[in-house]
């Protein structure tokens, strides 16, 4: 359904506006997203509602207490043509997870860290019409790369598994896994070169992020 829907936003503005895109301009963007599952929930850790080397010994007055910081993006993406872009794309995401029993108050962390490295693709959806709107663009892409998972346990982890080894939330605590997603945005040039932008996405890193862009005009086209 979501991707239906992208779809839907798509086709709909590129019926009702033209968007802005020229070959050899660089794009910066900066933005701030929101992943759902990693959010304060240390259920999107495949999908454990524990530590690893704790499976065995579940306690009902066991308690988490976690925090999250939004998701954190920076892209830089050039104008191959006029309607197609390349470029390179990283965030950063962080939890801290706070565990332990009620009951006695013993409390352990672990920090948990997502670092994204794709490429991305954009199809922009412009219109070649001299009457066009150039303060808008709005495009389709994909973005394939890998995550950097790692995770920080406090040293007094390892006092809960005999002292032999960190107990952690990931079986892995340190690991990359392939990440794609498939993206609408659209960005509304503000001030000169200077503008917002909004995307949403399907897969990792984020569902939706916004903040702002600015455009260095390398080299218009003829």
Known sequence: MKGVFILLVAVLFDVCVYAQNEKGQLVINLGIGYSPGFDGDIT???SQIYPVGLSNSWDPDFNFQ??????IGLTLD???FKRLSTGIATSYQNENVKWGFESNQLYFSD???RINTSARILFHLNKDNPDAN???DHYIGIRPGFCYWRDIPSSNNQTINN?????TFLNHPNYFT???QVLYGMRLYLVNDLAF???VGIGQPFLIECGFTYRIQTRKED
Do not use: K
Not at 66 to 71: L, T
Not at 163 to 167: A, L, N, V
């Open 44 to 46: 999107f850790l495949n």
């Open 66 to 71: 976690c925090s999250a910081i939004p998701n």
């Open 78 to 80: 050039y104008g191959v």
């Open 111 to 113: 920090n948990v860290t």
């Open 134 to 136: 150039m303060d808008f």
């Open 163 to 167: 002292g032999f080894d960190e107990t």
């Open 178 to 180: 392939f990440c794609f």
């Open 197 to 199: 932008h909004f995307e």
